[in-house]
């Protein structure tokens, strides 16, 4: 397989109030006619957020908007298999356009069906959760979930556009932009301490808090890891902090019936991670003392306990990051920066939990 060096362009992410009007000059400037274009919802993004785009609700044609049940349950072979047949019906070609309107979800799912359908037709991102914004819809990653096992599926494919217009945060309930918000802390986490010392600044019940400059500055973190390897084979891997521990938590609580949100198990999980590096003397337990004050100033703990270790271990052991029997994590080495691929012993990953746990 040849890879083209820089699939993913940036210059192609556009922000601000204006971002959904550059919407129309893209559509004419590829000389989309109306019945080119397809647009994918859930219930909640159709209600919300659609309406902001007035002049595509009103050119394309109304059979060829296509909704969804809003939830992690929607991103299935299912539902693809489904938008699949909708757009047969409705006889889209190569030249069609797929506009996913809505969050992870959403972008994932029609990312995926859109880089799938007929061996790939265009897509753009219309991203409208914070986690949608700052992660989600940036680099190219498309997803569904195969047998309750996140992202089993899926593509690297880069969309034609992504309009973040950060106006859409204010219909999100807060557990939704806190999810998001530990993704933020992340990107900090990983690349900029001073870009953590603004965030701790931030009161996020604040109606005049600056979205824009956060989400800015998280979507060039990411970016800027993305441009130099786009096909996740080494540095982008530097975004996995937190989601070793992090999809393990995750599985665990919802097999538990008691399922916390992606940002909540993700900051339990640099947590532990954050551990983990001050085990192996990457950090100083004043800067772990430091991480984990800026995670619990937005994030709540989540409440395991011992009875859970067994299986959070089995989940991390059969991660996807993982190389045959090695445990694989990004770990920070400073505020800032995380360094690739360290192993963990079974013993360190139970004392990470058991200080978690002791919270
Ligand atoms: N969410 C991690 C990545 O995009 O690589």
Redesign the pocket.
Known sequence: MIFTPTPFDPEQIVFGPSALKHLRDFLKGRNYAPEDIFILTDENTANFCLPELPDLVHDVPGEQLIKISAGEKSKSLKNAEKIYRLLMEREATRQSLLVNLGGGVITDLGGFVASTFKRGISFVHIPTSLMGQV??A??G?TAVNLDGIKNQLGTFSFPEQVLIYTGFLKTLPEEELLSGFA?VIKHALIANRGYLEYLLEQDLHNPGTDWETIVKRSVEI?SD??LQDPY?FGV??K??FG?TFGHAFETCMQRKGRAVSHGQAVAAGMICESHLAYLKTMISFTDLGFILSSIQKFIQKIIIEADDFDVIFDLIRSDKKNERERINFSLPDRIGNVQINKGAAHVEILECLNFYKML
């Open positions: 992660d989600a940036i680099g990653k993704e990411k890891i993305v996740d982008r891997r975004l996995n989601h």
